[in-house]
């Protein structure tokens, strides 16, 4: 079973308005962290923001958020005023068993955000 | 600002050839990662590293084999390149025992076997 599930292989926005992409999870461990990252073409991978298992709030970065809703293990991302350069491959990914030290990243497939003038 | 970097962007190898992709990062971090990123598949974890000699196999190990001889130095090797290994790699480092902390990845090979 897969780890990190991302449904939308490709979403399309205005420019402008918000949008939402998609990651469910599945972990049994109490403790984990979910990261977004974000690839432009150029290739290199930009970290977005991050949420821990037990943080009670919602992470905000600028005009990322993400919609943690833990009982459902979805971790979703808000991207607020879209803008052209948010065009890219949007990755969720989760690190596992945060008390005994792992440091493996498991990535999802991946949404291509295409952000039209 | 943190830095890691890959010896080259784009590389085209023919098959059989033994392939070396190196990372560098300048942050002290104690774990190295090589992934592999391939439309539809998302990255998937090659091998990788805790200290230095040390290795450990990720998803998807065959074919490839790694060094760590310094702390900065994270080598992918393919030890006979082959056609289904054409793909973009990534290598990314993150400090040991952290918790939110992200990988820092360096900017990416695009290998080419033919």
């Known amino acids: 079973a897969q780890k990190i599930t991302q449904t939308q292989p490709g979403m399309f926005v205005q420019e402008k308005e918000a949008v939402t992409l998609d990651c469910t999870y599945d972990?049994?461990?109490?403790?984990?962290?979910l990261f977004w990252y974000k690839q432009p073409s150029s290739g290199e991978m930009i970290f977005l923001i991050y949420q821990g298992s037990y943080d009670e709030q919602n992470a905000t970065e600028g005009r990322y958020s993400l919609n943690f809703q833990k009982a459902r293990k979805s971790a979703n991302l808000v991207i607020s005023a879209s803008q052209l350069g948010d065009s890219a491959m949007y990755f969720c990914a989760m690190r596992e068993g945060l008390q005994g030290g792992s440091e493996k990243l498991v990535f999802g497939k991946g949404t291509k955000l295409t952000v039209n003038p | 600002d943190v830095k890691v970097t890959q010896s080259s962007r784009y590389l085209v190898k023919r098959t059989g050839e033994k392939v070396f992709l190196e990372c560098v990062q300048d942050?002290?971090?104690?774990?190295m990662f090589w992934y592999r990123q391939d439309p539809g598949l998302g990255l998937r974890l090659i091998y990788f590293?805790?200290?230095?000699?040390?290795?450990e196999k990720g998803d998807i190990p065959e074919g490839y084999s790694v060094s760590r001889e310094k702390k900065e130095r994270f080598s992918l090797i393919l030890e006979s390149a082959s056609t289904n290994q054409t793909s973009m790699y990534l290598c990314a480092s993150t400090r040991e025992g952290s918790t939110m902390d992200t990988q820092y990845f360096g900017p990416g090979t695009r290998l080419t076997v033919l």
């Open positions: 942050m002290d971090h104690e774990n």
């Open positions: 590293s805790y200290d230095v000699k040390m290795k």
């Open positions: 972990t049994s461990d109490q403790s984990y962290g």
